[in-house]
């Protein structure tokens, strides 16, 4: 009898064809099953495939009473109850290869469209509304030789610092502890304590997942800290900035503007960071390409088929 696979989302079929002869896979008609739907479904299951938005707590999971995996489809997982996983002896994984490139690529666009202003340009632009077209009006600021701080320089980290020496950037980076000299010289990277990425960063972009050290990383006294004429992005998760500090540092100008591809509270938005002219938003698009999304397709696969045939999985627990 083939496994069964309980697949959280519609997703394409495409980067799943490789499971089809040895799984059974279960989609929903829709674009999601409903929570009630998954509790029903998951005790026959053996693998579940949880997209990044569904919480997998502790009542899905002793509802499992089969499950052996919980192949995440993304690289975050804190939509996931991994401890306890753990302790049901259920395998987590999750997908960092394939949201690399396409993560540090949207980071690295949003970091050019807010310091360019390029987003506030085309929004004033599209509703025919004035920009000054003065050699010294609505400026922004160059990225070439401005320095450009990570907070957690990982795959990602230092996938948004190789497209930043590309243009000219310095880098500095605060990590739980530094990283080999060898990569340090490969970015001309300077290790520095968190007060000091604050103090020295003009752009800071956040790259940590989201733990209960990270949450609310990003408070009042942070952007306190930070240059007027800084620049704050955050493409990780939005549990690590605190929203209401965040926005009243950017109406205060204690920074000058900020990129965000995630929020507190997903998928709303404060209305105040909706209004800011400052300010950059796109719905966590990471990963939104059809060509990004088939190889998470293709990894989450991956992880399934190693699992039961003895292989490497992307294990997180």
């Known amino acids: 009898m083939r496994k069964k696979i309980l697949m959280g989302h519609n997703f394409a ?3 799943f064809s490789e499971l089809s002869d040895e799984f059974e896979m279960i989609y ?6 409903r929570r009630d739907d998954v509790l029903n479904l998951i005790r026959d299951a053996d693998v579940l495939v949880p997209n990044f938005s569904f919480r997998t707590d502790k009542e899905i999971i002793d509802a499992g009473k089969k499950l052996k995996l919980i192949s995440n489809f993304g690289v975050g997982y804190d939509n996931i109850d991994v401890a306890y996983a753990a302790q049901q002896g259920i395998v987590v994984t999750n997908t960092p290869q394939s949201v690399l490139e ?14 360019r202003r390029i ?4 929004t004033k632009l599209h509703n025919d509304e004035r920009v000054d077209w003065d050699l010294f009006g609505d400026l922004g600021v160059p990225l070439y030789g401005q320095t450009l701080g990570i907070y957690g320089m990982g795959r990602i980290g230092q996938a948004v610092a190789r497209r930043a020496v590309a243009s000219g950037m310095k880098i500095i980076y605060c990590n739980r502890k530094p990283l080999a000299e060898k990569i340090e010289r490969q970015y001309n990277a300077r290790y520095v304590d968190f007060d000091t990425l604050l103090a020295e960063a003009d752009i800071l972009s956040l790259h940590a997942p989201s733990t209960a050290e990270t949450f609310h990383l990003m408070g009042e006294q942070e952007f306190k800290k930070m240059k007027p004429s800084a620049i704050f992005i955050n493409t990780a998760r939005g549990a690590l900035v605190d929203e209401q500090a965040l926005i009243a540092a950017l109406e205060n100008k204690e920074i000058f503007a900020a990129g965000l591809d995630v929020y507190e509270h997903e998928p709303k938005i404060p209305d105040a960071l909706r209004r800011l002219e400052n300010v950059v938003l796109s719905p966590h698009a990471g990963t939104k390409t059809y060509a990004g999304r088939i190889e998470m397709e293709r990894e989450v696969a991956k992880n399934i088929i190693n699992f039961f045939n003895g292989g490497q999985v992307d294990r997180v627990n």
């Open 119 to 122: 987003g506030y340009y085309n």
């Open 28 to 33: 929903p008609d829709d674009r999601l099953f």
């Open 102 to 115: 396409p993560t540090a690529e949207l980071c690295f666009a949003i970091m050019m469209a807010t310091a």
């Open 13 to 15: 079929r495409e980067g």
